[in-house]
């Protein structure tokens, strides 16, 4: 488990989002790295329950359960500003049994799929991310193997994002100003991808508005 | 008592007076009442001197007589009678007797005294004791003590004799009774052995290996039976056992697992019909009872049949470049082209029949009996790891499988990490690798041994590590010309035997693998042996020959042939040449070279220059063989000199 980086990549003007994420494939293709398969990342919403709801009317707070074709034994769960807890995929089952505290929030589930890239000690995934039928964006997740710690490679992973994605390079993810020397884990990606199909959500639901 | 009058009683004693006389007129008569001298007088005559004063019944006699003397006068006049008789001898007053007997006590006193007062003076009487019997001469204590103690010893002795006899008799009950054997302390030896349980009235035993790990579908049980054809009246034969046990019918006989790899595939006809040599059964250790080598050979013959099963369903599940053929009872697959590796359960039962199949000569020469080994090893390691604590789970509520599989999600493995969790090796794999590398090794050290053996100079010797993996094995060889270890140190090769390639570890650092062809490490080894020459033909060529005293010295060659003419040059260094023929080339060159740089310089001595090139020579290899070792020890000798001289020598120019 390397330091990651998850960004979303802006779909390019006047293209659709296939036609972006052949572009950065067909970069990073000769750029020299390798094709390996393909990756899935996919994230479920659910909230507290009404019944389970105080009398002073707090809102429910949102948890998401993701899983990572990474990690292919293992079941994310987090909440949004708290705790992620990694878990066995028995998670998925035990969570049916919990139906009475939490329920499934409607049409939420959003996931990333696509191609996963080697070079040298990098893995780059692409993927698509999809709500339902339809591709809402381009996240793209680059890792650098080695380094466990944030603040060391930060430097590094920048300048490999910028020789593939110009001008689009996000800036430092908010789970490395954290805590800039602690050991990296599995925990900080998953929290990366929920901000990241958060976004993508608001992005959504405000051109739904718009429209 | 004031009012009562007083009564006057009158007392009266009771003694009456005897009567003497009644008148008739009824008036009596009384006898005067005897006076007090009278009494006496009558109670002295009474006195019996003759008697002691102690004796009792005279006084109770005495009183009796008293006590009647009162209530009866007749018996007083009887008594007075009596004294009457006795006074009738001629006496008169009743102290007569009295004085009578004092008198004769007096005499005799006196006598007494008299003869006592002669005696004390010694002079007429003396007291002389009365001789008796001697007393019984006193025994030696000692000897009494000894018999005495030798007569209860013998007591003693006896009753520990009864005792031992019980006991010796006893224990040979016992001994008759052990090779009789009951059935219940047999079935106790049984018990101490094998797991048995009772089912209904009937004892099933356990003989699978499924308690120890293993996972095979078969029962694995067996019965005992007890032994109830023994004749009485016959003499009990010697191994009688008063149990059986009835092993199922598929476990009968015994099996191994016969591996053997062939060099060339046999026809596809001849598959499935392994030779089964009847291999001679271990030898069971003495005493130990018939059952014993009975149930063991049916558990391996359990085991060999689980090997088996578990090696054809990895045959048959694994994807291979070459498919593994698995008929009836064998496994054929093709490690390397042309190698054929035949993995077959033979299981011989005990019929006569078979025996009589088996008898014909079967070749066991090509089964490899490490690999069989290292097969039941590893189904044992399998065994043990399902029940280890890796496997078995810690608490008890958790799920089964490896320890850290169950981690892997909690603490989200990635791909490689669960990959190396997981075993991906099977069995047969397993098995199939060792054989590769059993083979290559073995022809590896074939073709280091026939290098040897062709090629006397220079010598190659192989060292070959005692410590090795199943996969891998190591030989160092050495490359070294007689005479010039010193030199020739360079030529030091490791080479690491894998399961496919052979490394080759230079001794200036090269690394070269070289795979599994034969052909390829022999070439090589005959470049390395040409590398020596090299060595050997450069110091020839790099020293100073300004020496022309020592070449006269060892000159004793005569050039009898040799037809040397200018030609196409072929350059030192190269050895793109074929190396056999290198071979004989170098060392016949050396020795032309030796023989005309001698003539050269004999002829033109100006002309001998430092860098002698061979660029206008070539050589004529009509004795090729007679001179080829006499030649390289010549170039030697010279070289030898050479060394020894003070000039500098470098070698690697």
Same mark, same amino acid.
């Given at each position: 488990?390397?330091?990651?980086?998850?960004?979303?990549?802006?779909?390019?003007?006047?293209?659709?989002?296939?036609?972006?994420?052949?572009?950065?494939?067909?970069?990073?293709? /000769?750029?020299?790295?390798? $094709?390996?398969?393909?990756?899935?990342?996919?994230?479920?919403?659910?909230?507290?329950?009404?019944?389970?709801?105080?009398?002073?009317?707090?809102?429910?707070?949102?948890?998401?359960?993701?899983?990572?074709?990474?990690?292919?034994?293992?079941?994310?769960?987090?909440?949004?500003?708290?705790?992620?807890?990694?878990?066995?995929?028995?998670?998925?089952?035990? /969570?049916? $049994?919990?139906?009475?505290? #939490?329920?499934?929030?409607?049409?939420?589930?959003?996931?990333?799929?696509?191609?996963?890239?080697?070079?040298?000690?990098?893995?780059?995934?692409?993927?698509?991310?999809?709500?339902?039928?339809?591709?809402?964006?381009?996240?793209?997740?680059?890792?650098?193997?080695?380094?466990?710690?944030?603040?060391?490679?930060?430097?590094?992973?920048?300048?490999?994002?910028?020789? #593939?994605?110009?001008?689009?390079?996000?800036?430092?993810?908010?789970?490395?100003?954290?805590?800039?020397?602690?050991?990296?884990?599995?925990?900080?990606? /998953?929290?990366?991808?929920?901000?990241?199909?958060?976004?993508?959500?608001?992005?959504?639901?405000?051109?739904?508005? /718009?429209? | 008592?004031?009012?009562?009058?007083?009564?006057? &009683?009158?007392?009266?004693?009771?003694?009456?007076?005897?009567?003497?006389?009644?008148?008739?007129?009824?008036?009596?008569?009384?006898?005067?009442?005897?006076?007090?001298?009278?009494?006496?007088?009558?109670?002295?005559?009474?006195?019996?001197?003759?008697?002691?004063?102690?004796? %009792?019944?005279?006084?109770?006699?005495?009183?009796?007589?008293?006590?009647?003397?009162?209530?009866?006068?007749?018996?007083?006049?009887?008594?007075?009678?009596?004294?009457?008789?006795?006074?009738?001898?001629?006496?008169?007053?009743?102290?007569?007797?009295?004085?009578?007997?004092?008198?004769? +006590?007096?005499?005799?006193?006196?006598?007494?005294?008299?003869?006592?007062?002669?005696?004390?003076?010694?002079?007429?009487?003396?007291?002389?004791?009365?001789?008796?019997? +001697?007393?019984?001469?006193?025994?030696?204590?000692?000897?009494?003590?000894?018999?005495?103690?030798?007569?209860?010893?013998?007591?003693?002795?006896?009753?520990?004799?009864?005792?031992? %006899?019980?006991?010796?008799?006893?224990?040979?009950?016992?001994?008759?009774?052990?090779?009789?054997?009951?059935?219940?302390?047999?079935?106790?030896?049984?018990?101490?052995?094998?797991?048995?349980?009772?089912?209904?009235?009937?004892?099933?035993?356990?003989?699978?290996?499924?308690?120890?790990?293993?996972?095979?579908?078969?029962?694995?049980?067996?019965?005992?039976?007890?032994?109830?054809?023994?004749?009485?009246?016959?003499?009990?034969?010697?191994?009688?056992?008063?149990?059986?046990?009835?092993?199922?019918?598929?476990?009968?006989?015994?099996?191994?697992?016969?591996?053997?790899?062939?060099?060339?595939?046999?026809?596809?006809?001849?598959?499935?019909?392994?030779?089964?040599?009847?291999?001679?059964?271990?030898?069971?250790?003495?005493?130990?009872?018939?059952?014993?080598?009975?149930?063991?050979?049916?558990?391996?013959?359990?085991?060999?049949?689980?090997?088996?099963?578990?090696?054809?369903?990895?045959?048959?599940?694994?994807?291979?470049?070459?498919?593994?053929?698995?008929?009836?009872?064998?496994?054929?697959?093709?490690?390397?082209?042309?190698?054929?590796?035949?993995?077959?359960?033979?299981?011989?039962?005990?019929?006569?029949?078979?025996?009589?199949?088996?008898?014909?000569?079967?070749?066991? %020469?090509?089964?490899?009996?490490?690999?069989?080994?290292?097969?039941?090893?590893?189904?044992?390691?399998?065994?043990?790891?399902?029940?280890?604590?890796?496997?078995?789970?810690?608490?008890?509520?958790?799920?089964?499988?490896?320890?850290?599989?169950?981690?892997?999600?909690?603490?989200?493995?990635?791909?490689?990490?669960?990959?190396?969790?997981?075993?991906?090796?099977?069995?047969?794999?397993?098995?199939?690798?060792?054989?590769?590398?059993?083979?290559?090794?073995?022809?590896?050290? +074939?073709?280091?041994?026939?290098?040897?053996?062709?090629?006397?100079?220079?010598? &190659?010797?192989?060292?070959?590590?005692?410590?090795?993996?199943?996969?891998?094995?190591?030989?160092?060889?050495?490359?070294?010309?007689?005479?010039?270890?010193?030199?020739?140190?360079?030529?030091?090769?490791?080479?690491?035997?894998?399961?496919?390639?052979?490394?080759?570890?230079?001794?200036?650092?090269?690394?070269?693998?070289?795979?599994?062809?034969?052909?390829?490490?022999?070439?090589?080894?005959?470049?390395?042996?040409?590398?020596?020459?090299?060595?050997?033909?450069?110091?020839?060529?790099?020293?100073?020959?300004?020496?022309?005293?020592?070449?006269?010295?060892?000159?004793?060659?005569? &050039?009898?042939?040799?037809?040397?003419?200018?030609?196409?040059?072929?350059?030192?260094?190269?050895?793109?040449?074929?190396?056999?023929?290198?071979? &004989?080339?170098?060392?016949?060159?050396?020795?032309?070279?030796?023989?005309?740089?001698?003539?050269?310089?004999?002829?033109?001595?100006?002309?001998?220059?430092?860098?002698?090139?061979?660029?206008?020579?070539?050589?004529?290899?009509?004795?090729?063989?007679?001179?080829?070792?006499?030649?390289?020890?010549?170039?030697?000798?010279?070289?030898?000199?050479?060394?020894?001289?003070?000039?500098?020598?470098?070698?690697?120019?």
């Amino acid at each position: 488990m390397g330091v990651t980086c998850v960004s979303q990549m802006p779909v390019a003007e006047g293209k659709s989002v296939q036609q972006t994420v052949e572009l950065l494939t067909r970069k990073l293709e /000769m750029l020299g790295a390798e $094709k390996q398969g393909t990756f899935c990342v996919d994230c479920e919403t659910y909230h507290t329950a009404a019944s389970t709801l105080g009398s002073q009317g707090q809102t429910g707070k949102l948890m998401y359960v993701m899983h990572n074709s990474e990690y292919p034994l293992s079941c994310f769960a987090l909440f949004e500003n708290g705790p992620c807890l990694i878990a066995d995929t028995n998670f998925d089952v035990l /969570m049916v $049994k919990l139906k009475g505290f #939490f329920q499934s929030a409607k049409a939420s589930k959003i996931e990333t799929r696509g191609t996963r890239y080697q070079y040298c000690d990098f893995l780059v995934k692409v993927g698509t991310v999809t709500m339902g039928p339809s591709a809402r964006g381009i996240s793209v997740e680059v890792e650098y193997g080695p380094c466990v710690v944030a603040s060391d490679c930060w430097s590094l992973l920048l300048e490999f994002l910028q020789s #593939f994605l110009g001008s689009h390079t996000p800036g430092a993810p908010a789970v490395f100003g954290n805590r800039h020397d602690a050991v990296y884990g599995p925990a900080d990606t /998953m929290v990366q991808y929920m901000e990241l199909f958060n976004k993508i959500r608001k992005q959504q639901q405000a051109a739904a508005f /718009m429209e | 008592m004031s009012g009562v009058r007083a009564v006057r &009683i009158s007392i009266e004693s009771a003694c009456e007076k005897q009567v003497h006389e009644v008148g008739l007129d009824g008036t009596e008569t009384y006898l005067p009442p005897l006076s007090m001298s009278q009494n006496l007088a009558r109670l002295a005559q009474r006195i019996d001197f003759s008697q002691g004063s102690g004796s %009792e019944e005279e006084e109770a006699a005495g009183t009796e007589g008293d006590a009647q003397d009162w209530p009866g006068a007749g018996s007083s006049a009887d008594q007075d009678d009596e004294e009457g008789v006795v006074k009738f001898q001629p006496s008169l007053w009743p102290w007569d007797s009295v004085r009578n007997n004092l008198r004769s +006590a007096l005499t005799e006193m006196c006598v007494l005294y008299d003869v006592l007062s002669i005696v004390r003076d010694k002079k007429f009487m003396t007291l002389d004791p009365v001789s008796q019997d +001697a007393l019984p001469p006193k025994q030696n204590p000692q000897t009494l003590q000894l018999i005495s103690k030798k007569k209860s010893l013998a007591g003693a002795a006896q009753i520990l004799l009864k005792g031992a %006899e019980r006991l010796t008799k006893s224990v040979t009950e016992n001994q008759e009774n052990k090779l009789q054997r009951d059935f219940n302390s047999e079935l106790l030896r049984l018990r101490q052995h094998w797991k048995l349980r009772k089912v209904g009235d009937k004892i099933l035993g356990d003989l699978s290996y499924r308690s120890a790990g293993s996972l095979f579908p078969h029962h694995g049980t067996f019965e005992v039976i007890k032994n109830t054809d023994l004749d009485l009246d016959k003499k009990i034969p010697e191994d009688y056992c008063p149990l059986d046990v009835q092993i199922p019918s598929d476990l009968e006989g015994s099996a191994y697992i016969k591996v053997s790899i062939q060099k060339q595939a046999p026809d596809i006809g001849d598959l499935g019909t392994v030779n089964l040599f009847k291999r001679p059964l271990p030898k069971s250790k003495p005493g130990s009872p018939h059952w014993q080598t009975k149930l063991e050979a049916a558990q391996n013959v359990l085991l060999c049949k689980e090997i088996f099963a578990q090696l054809s369903r990895e045959a048959v599940q694994i994807k291979s470049q070459i498919p593994h053929i698995v008929v009836k009872n064998q496994i054929i697959s093709q490690p390397f082209p042309n190698l054929q590796l035949s993995i077959s359960l033979c299981h011989s039962s005990n019929d006569k029949k078979s025996q009589k199949s088996t008898t014909e000569k079967q070749c066991p %020469e090509d089964h490899l009996y490490v690999l069989e080994h290292n097969l039941h090893l590893l189904i044992r390691e399998f065994h043990k790891q399902t029940l280890s604590s890796i496997m078995m789970p810690h608490p008890a509520s958790a799920p089964f499988g490896h320890k850290r599989m169950r981690l892997s999600g909690p603490q989200a493995f990635d791909k490689n990490e669960i990959n190396s969790l997981q075993s991906s090796e099977g069995l047969l794999e397993k098995i199939i690798k060792q054989a590769k590398h059993i083979f290559l090794r073995s022809r590896a050290a +074939a073709t280091i041994d026939s290098l040897a053996s062709r090629i006397e100079d220079p010598q &190659i010797q192989a060292h070959w590590s005692n410590i090795n993996d199943v996969y891998e094995s190591s030989v160092k060889v050495l490359i070294t010309s007689q005479g010039y270890e010193q030199i020739c140190k360079s030529i030091q090769l490791q080479l690491n035997i894998g399961v496919e390639q052979i490394r080759v570890v230079h001794r200036d650092g090269r690394v070269i693998t070289l795979s599994y062809q034969e052909q390829e490490l022999q070439d090589f080894l005959l470049s390395q042996f040409v590398m020596d020459l090299k060595v050997a033909a450069r110091l020839w060529f790099s020293f100073l020959v300004t020496n022309v005293k020592t070449f006269q010295k060892v000159m004793f060659y005569k &050039i009898t042939n040799g037809v040397i003419f200018v030609g196409h040059s072929k350059k030192f260094s190269g050895i793109k040449w074929k190396v056999e023929t290198l071979f &004989i080339k170098w060392s016949c060159l050396c020795l032309h070279l030796a023989l005309v740089y001698y003539d050269f310089f004999q002829m033109f001595p100006k002309e001998v220059s430092r860098n002698f090139d061979m660029k206008c020579l070539q050589i004529n290899y009509k004795y090729k063989e007679e001179i080829t070792c006499k030649g390289v020890l010549f170039l030697k000798t010279i070289i030898r000199k050479c060394l020894f001289s003070t000039l500098k020598l470098s070698l690697y120019k």
